[in-house]
T-cell receptor, first 113, second 111 residues
Framework: KAGVTQTPRYLIKTRGQQVTLSCSPI?????VSWYQQTPGQGLQFLFE???????NKGNFPGRFSGRQFSNSRSEMNVSTLELGDSALYLC????????????FGEGSRLTVL | GIQVEQSPPDLILQEGANSTLRCNFS?????LQWFHQNPWGQLINLFY???GTKQNGRLSATTVATERYSLLYISSSQTTDSGVYFC?????????????FGQGTELSVKP
């Protein structure tokens, strides 16, 4: 079956703009989580959604937000982009309650100029 | 919060050599995963191993949860094994879906 799909794969924005990233989980998976990867901070957890509810949130400013739809697809939004938001954004899905085994997509690489 | 430490941070091997990567964690966990990040950035699942030992071809992993560490063994390394290896844990106090990652081990296998 298809893996985790993230779109777009690459994008370039300028400071002050906003961006929306999309993630389609593995069919049947109800949990979607988002991570940011930067050279300086490594892989950091952003938030996790399960059945359209945010179940867990990392330590990021309110400019970072997300949502999950009834079909388990998820979007994350970053408003008022800053240079430091340049990163690889990874989405992961898992099957059920609790963390379980996570499967990652190929990521969306965001560059902020 | 929980701390996850990986060692060594960098490793250079000659093709055919064996290696052991270590992951220490500071608190009890529900599960632990090992990943290999490919050159395009995707995290490839290697092992989901909250405890015990698993093997998959030339790779194997062991987690000793009571002593809070996990080991990833790579035997007869190949150039395609190059990349960054991450361990990630799900802390026992988690509500779910949140992995805490180590800083990774960057492996370079020379022909």
């Amino acid at each position: 079956k298809a893996g985790v799909t993230q779109t777009p794969r690459y994008l370039i924005k300028t400071r002050g703009q906003q961006v929306t990233l999309s993630c389609s989980p593995i069919s049947g998976h109800r949990s979607v989580s988002w991570y940011q990867q930067t050279p300086g901070q490594g892989l950091q957890f952003l938030f996790e959604y399960f059945s359209e509810t945010q179940r867990n949130k990392g330590n990021f400013p309110g400019r970072f937000s997300g949502r999950q739809f009834s079909n388990s697809r998820s979007e994350m939004n970053v408003s008022t982009l800053e240079l430091g938001d340049s990163a690889l954004y990874l989405c992961a899905s898992s099957s059920g309650t609790g963390a379980g085994e996570l499967f990652f997509g190929e990521g969306s690489r965001l560059t902020v100029l | 919060g929980i701390q996850v430490e990986q060692s060594p941070p960098d490793l250079i091997l000659q093709e055919g050599a064996n290696s052991t990567l270590r992951c220490n964690f500071s608190d009890s966990v529900n599960n632990l995963q090992w990943f290999h990040q490919n050159p395009w950035g995707q995290l490839i699942n290697l092992f989901y191993i909250p405890s015990g030992t698993k093997q998959n071809g030339r790779l194997s992993a062991t987690t000793v949860a009571t002593e809070r560490y996990s080991l990833l063994y790579i035997s007869s390394s190949q150039t395609t094994d190059s990349g960054v290896y991450f361990c990630a844990v799900d802390p026992i106090y988690n509500q779910g879906g949140k992995l805490i990652f180590g800083q990774g081990t960057e492996l370079s296998v020379k022909p």
